[in-house]
């Protein structure tokens, strides 16, 4: 999977359809084609950053 903020594949799962990029340090999670991206603030609140449809959200495994 690559991150739909960065483009990075520095991606990891923390809950169901919930995800956390180690590269651009955005949370975002994925609900068929809709994709929410977030800011994870200091005192670990997530603000909405971004929110749209991302039919092109690359899934596998990133071999």
Request: some cysteine; hydrophobic content about 35%.
């Amino acid at each position: 999977m690559r991150c739909p903020s960065c483009t990075s594949r520095d991606v990891g799962k923390i809950g169901a359809n919930q995800y956390y990029c180690w590269n651009c340090f955005a949370e975002f999670n994925v609900s068929g084609d809709e994709v929410r991206i977030y800011e994870v603030a200091e005192d670990g609140s997530l603000i909405v950053v971004d929110q749209t449809n991302h039919a092109d959200v690359e899934f596998g495994t990133g071999a």
